[in-house]
């Protein structure tokens, strides 16, 4: 007989049991990479092994730290995600017989279409011009952050029929807010596909992230590149430090009141110059610092005793995720040092498959990030203007992979003889 479902909706995460929340989101995460470089290599084999079958399952790695029940609690505590902000949390749960969470999804009520980086600002402005209303809009994503993981998160034990109840789930929401459809942004492929099967719109964009193919220490990652791209990279890394600039990378209990004070600053310069307001408050910053500080890699550049510049990274069990930077001193290549070059040496130093150093950015292709596929999904309520994205989306589809095959060929490491 199929299990019995109930859904719920959660105006706030804190209201969700942390422990029920986490064996949703990381069913998987048992074991964390090895921390001592010694010990990664000597297991890269194996550790190999297992990133193939999991890239071959395309059901997300084994920790992500953005579906984290103190991840998503931080952002609400902290103010960066509410209703003022635009984002009013409304996470959709499927509850067992037992009133156990057998799935969840992390969705929020939104009334804009900001801090999403997968732009729908082109069919709010149709739905307008049409005079009807696009927002509030459902958007099923961990704020903030472009990064695939699973959005469609099931508990062990339970299967598609729990999926099935979190996608019928998401659909009652949307009609009882009244909106005009649900974005699923940055899913796994295996959920997209999922969605894809259930109507949803499917849509498909480009990052660029490092691949560890194994590297022992940096310089292994150099001797794959071309001689050219292996010099300026070089040459980048000098001059980046030629002002007498230091380099720390900070994680755990070594990251103080001091490095946040610092790093926040520079966040919010950067903002404030690219989108107007930053959307993170310093009481995140605060919140994941005294929740999460084992999964944080700081990296801080100090010149004359100040601190002048910073990265955060999050730390998953297989790859390093490159999030928020920012500077108040300008120096040629700093950017490229302290947000690309660190994290590669890190995630060589720790074993780790991969670097995802966010959205955009082709200037990454030169220095060692090539391009890989990210995924979105779409339910549009409106028949005829579903109708209308769809056509766009078959179109945008064919443009994208057109555009990753040109990417790959740009890559600069060696070519095959």
């Given at each position: ?100 969470l057998a799935a969840a999804a992390p969705t929020y009520l939104k009334s804009h279409s900001m801090g999403e980086y997968v732009f729908d600002f082109g069919w709010a402005d149709a739905y307008q011009r049409a005079g009807l209303d696009y927002y509030p809009k459902l958007q099923v994503a961990a704020p ?274």
């Open positions: 007989m199929p299990q019995p479902y109930k859904v719920e909706i959660a105006t706030s995460i804190a209201r969700i049991d942390a422990a029920e929340w986490d064996a949703c989101a990381n069913p998987d995460a048992r074991s964390r990479v090895a921390s001592d470089r010694a010990t990664a290599v000597a297991a890269a084999p194996a550790l190999f092994d297992a990133i193939e079958e999991a890239a071959a399952r395309d059901d997300g790695e084994r920790f992500n730290p953005f579906l984290t029940h103190a991840f998503l609690k931080a952002l609400e505590t902290s103010k960066s995600v509410s209703p003022a902000a635009g984002w009013s949390s409304a996470h959709v749960l499927v509850k067992d017989a037992n009133g156990r903030f952050t472009p990064v695939t993981g699973r959005r469609l998160l099931l508990s062990p034990g339970h299967g598609e029929a729990a999926r099935h109840a979190l996608i019928a789930g998401l659909r009652a929401c949307r009609e009882a807010v009244g909106a005009s459809s649900i974005h699923v942004t940055f899913p796994t492929k295996a959920d997209w596909e999922a969605l894809g099967s259930e109507g949803f719109l499917q849509r498909t964009g480009q990052q660029f992230h490092f691949i560890n193919k194994g590297y022992a220490t940096f310089d292994d990652f150099l001797n794959d590149l071309a001689s050219r791209k292996r010099k300026m990279i070089r040459r980048e890394r000098k001059e980046a430090l030629a002002a007498g600039v230091e380099i720390e990378c900070l994680t755990g209990s070594d990251i103080k009141d001091e490095h946040w004070d610092a790093f926040f600053l520079f966040y919010t310069d950067t903002g404030a110059r690219k989108w107007g307001t930053p959307y993170l408050t310093r009481a995140f910053f605060e919140s994941i610092g005294a929740a999460m500080a084992d999964d944080i890699l700081l990296v801080m550049a100090k010149r004359a005793g100040r601190y002048i510049a910073g990265a955060i990274n999050f730390l998953g069990k297989d790859a390093l995720y490159g999030r928020n930077w920012g500077a108040i001193e300008d120096h040629p290549f700093l950017h490229f040092e302290v947000c690309y070059y660190q994290a590669i040496a890190f995630a060589i130093s720790r074993g780790l498959s991969r670097v995802e150093a966010g959205a955009q950015g082709e200037h990454k292709l030169a220095r060692g990030y090539g391009p890989v596929a990210t995924y979105s999904a779409h339910e549009i309520a409106d028949p005829r203007f579903a109708r209308a994205i769809d056509d766009y989306l078959k179109r945008e589809r064919l443009q994208s992979e057109m555009t990753l095959a040109d990417y790959a060929e740009q890559t600069p490491f060696k070519k095959a003889p």
